[in-house]
């Protein structure tokens, strides 16, 4: 399983990124896909998910109406448009897949993560 993440980078508050995360290494299109991020010296925390057909998707309160996720199964693709974006979205942030929510959002036994990718926003 290889899930790759792109995209991150150095953004002024109130502006826009995409985040991209490919996956190379299983059946993409049969699990709910999610982004966590990890800020500097706090816990990861749920961002965003999506379920294996794109018909639901899940925001955490702090990202509601600012950051849009969708996903492309034909390219094994999943997205994270950022808009808006504040000082405090700065952090690394993860895609995982196999997602399932029992009380809070996690990433299953037989789920993945991929590696991080910095988003920095300067105030």
């Known amino acids: 399983v290889q899930l790759q993440a792109s995209g991150g980078g150095l953004v002024q508050a109130g502006g826009s990124l995409r985040l991209s995360c490919e996956d190379s290494?299983?059946?993409?299109?049969?699990?709910?896909m999610g982004w966590f991020r990890q800020a500097q010296g706090k816990d990861r925390e749920f961002v965003a998910a999506i379920t294996w057909n794109g018909e639901r998707t899940y925001y955490a309160d702090s990202v509601k109406g600012r950051f849009t996720i969708s996903r492309d199964n034909a390219k094994n693709t999943v997205y994270l448009q950022m808009n808006n974006l504040k000082f405090e979205d700065t952090a690394v942030y993860l895609c995982?897949?196999?997602?399932?929510?029992?009380?809070?959002?996690?990433?299953?036994?037989?789920?993945?993560w991929g590696r991080g990718t910095l988003v920095t926003v300067s105030s």
């Open positions: 995982a897949g196999d997602l399932n929510k029992i009380g809070s959002w996690s990433v299953s036994a037989s789920g993945s």
């Open positions: 290494g299983r059946i993409f299109k049969s699990y709910t």
